[in-house]
């Protein structure tokens, strides 16, 4: 996620960026790591009528979201949809009941291009309460009896506390699961008609016996998941999280070993199968009791890869998925709370392989708070939270909560508890000393150089990307050593020129030397998430700066509006103007007949 940044410098910590001086420097990755396809009610429908409408508009509610970019556009914000300390003051407010989530959703469903900033806020006010109320649900989950928590259930709760703009629910993921189910029921039909499974209705809990009959449900739950459906293991993008995400393995059709097990387990539940999750290392399997009255003999079991098309393997040849020996330990079955911890485990190790960009930023901060909410006590992820939210500089109060935390739970830990208690310590001191931010105004001498301002969308020369600009420097402000990677130096005027903060169409923010860059053609919006945090509306040609962008570029706005003048309005005429052409044209002509 960028920021406003006087010195660019901050943004070169989350984003990589196009080289200016030659080839392509690589593209960071989307910082918008929820699925959204367009952000819907999970309880509450949107609101469209007059009383209603008015109702919202008149609330105190939709006034605290309108304050908050005032109040927090200085503030290098938290790195994914949540904004960081910001929201311990709404946590305040007596959160999530004092938001309506109707009123939010009816901000967010206004005119796309108009109040962006407004927007922009009510978006990450609804992800932080969703957030909060999956939280909830979690513990609540983790409080049932082991043998009430469904592992389906869970994973879908770990599904939305990861997106929760997207439309994910229990019900919506049961009911693709019930048509899966169906299909396998009518491929039993089609081998035995008499069979059980055909007749165990939706809920029950009925488990057959017979292990003829509980073969033909594997055989027939195999045919369909894998070759009528072509489900399949994610070889190709393993480290990808959308395969931990139920809603999108069902949407995607692949998945990594532990995902798909839970889908498959869940499908053989529901046809009278009883199998049981093993936590087998690097490989997640589920097993098959071969005796029948149970067995704790890790030979007495047949070990189904969910992730090789249901294969069915021995103990020993479960060790060849891994390459190495393991004990009988390894072969038990284990909770469904255990199923949840090594599946956020699984996102968790991906965001800290993650590249130090927003994405995985984000994807670690929401591991590490599912974890930490299943298991709290862990001394390792506990410190891990604590440096993160040292490292972003967000929320220190909280940070000191943590350590405190860390610090009754392993005394041994007093070095590094200490270090950072100090350091966080002087963060809270240096947040109270205000910044006052700097002012860019275009009339001073040495910004006479400056040919673009905010809010005008251009075109990149040599990566042909197109953006918006939301910020300028005189001449460049980064290191010599970004300098010289990005090849600045190639460049006819090199680093002595100015530089732009852009919003880029591909959703990452970058730093572009002034000339690469050039008025676009046909102005068209940028689909960037951080538009709103500095944009309040979409004017056609360009965009118009909020009053806190505004307010650090005063001059901006009246030199945008300037050349969008030149460049487009004289050029091509409005519609009316068309309209009004066409109508001389035609008296024109209707005269000349006369």
Excluded at 381 to 387: M, S
Aim: contains cysteine; negative net charge; proline residues 4%.
């Amino acid at each position: 996620m960028s920021t406003f940044v006087t010195s660019p410098a901050a943004v070169s910590v989350c984003t990589t960026f196009a080289t200016e001086g030659g080839r392509s420097g690589g593209t960071s990755t989307n910082s918008d790591g929820h699925d959204c396809r367009g952000i819907t009610g999970r309880t509450s429908a949107v609101i469209g009528s007059k009383s209603t409408k008015h109702a919202i508009e008149s609330h105190p509610n939709r006034r605290t979201v309108e304050s908050m970019s005032k109040r927090f556009f200085t503030e290098v914000p938290c790195i994914g949809q949540v904004l960081g300390d910001s929201f311990a003051e709404i946590e305040s407010l007596g959160m999530p009941e004092h938001f309506c989530e109707d009123e939010l959703l009816f901000i967010l469903n206004s005119d796309k291009r108009k109040s962006l900033t407004l927007k922009y806020y009510a978006e990450k006010i609804l992800y932080f309460l969703r957030q909060q109320n999956i939280l909830k649900s979690l513990k609540d989950f983790l409080e049932k009896l082991a043998e009430q928590q469904s592992p389906l259930e869970g994973a879908v709760l770990v599904d939305q506390y990861y997106n929760p703009l997207a439309d994910v629910t229990l019900d919506s993921i049961s009911a693709q699961l019930d048509e899966i189910t169906e299909k396998v029921k009518k491929m039993l039909r089609m081998k035995n008609s008499s069979h059980p499974s055909l007749r165990i209705a939706i809920g029950s809990s009925l488990v057959i016996e017979d292990f003829e009959l509980q073969r033909q449900v594997v055989c027939a739950l195999n045919s369909v998941l894998y070759e009528q459906l072509q489900y399949k293991g994610n070889e190709g993008d393993y480290y990808n999280p959308f395969n931990s995400y139920i809603h999108q393995v069902l949407l995607r059709r692949t998945g990594i070993p532990i995902s798909l097990s839970v889908l498959y387990m869940t499908l053989a539940q529901r046809l009278g199968l009883q199998l049981e999750p093993v936590n087998f290392p690097n490989h997640f399997l589920l097993r098959w009791c071969q005796k029948p009255r149970g067995s704790e003999d890790i030979y007495d079991f047949v070990y189904i890869d969910a992730f090789g098309k249901g294969k069915q393997l021995t103990a020993k040849e479960c060790e060849y998925l891994i390459g190495h020996q393991v004990t009988a330990d390894y072969y038990s079955a284990i909770s469904t709370t255990e199923v949840l911890l090594r599946m956020v485990g699984n996102l968790l190790n991906i965001g800290k392989r993650g590249e130090g960009n927003e994405k995985s930023y984000q994807l670690l901060r929401h591991s590490l708070d599912l974890y930490l909410t299943i298991n709290p006590d862990n001394v390792q992820y506990l410190l891990l939270q604590a440096r993160l939210y040292f490292h972003l500089g967000i929320w220190p109060e909280k940070v000191l909560d943590i350590l405190q935390h860390i610090q009754a739970l392993d005394p041994s830990q007093h070095g590094a508890v200490g270090y950072l208690v100090q350091h966080t310590l002087e963060h809270i001191q240096h947040k109270k000393q205000p910044v006052t931010p700097e002012v860019k105004r275009r009339s001073a001498p040495e910004h006479m150089e400056v040919q673009y301002s905010v809010g005008l969308i251009m075109k990149h020369k040599r990566s042909g990307y197109n953006c918006v600009i939301y910020g300028w420097d005189p001449k460049c402000t980064m290191s010599q050593e970004w300098i010289t990677t990005m090849r600045v130096h190639q460049l006819p005027n090199g680093a002595n020129q100015p530089f732009y903060n852009v919003l880029v169409q591909d959703k990452t923010c970058r730093y572009a030397a002034q000339e690469n860059l050039e008025p676009h053609s046909a102005p068209l919006e940028i689909g960037h998430p951080e538009v709103g945090r500095y944009f309040t509306e979409f004017s056609d040609t360009h965009y118009i700066a909020n009053e806190e962008l505004q307010s650090r570029y005063p001059e901006d706005m009246d030199e945008t509006l300037l050349t969008v003048e030149e460049l487009y309005h004289r050029l091509v005429p409005s519609s009316q103007n068309q309209e009004e052409a066409l109508d001389l044209e035609q008296n024109d002509h209707q005269a000349m007949l006369m």
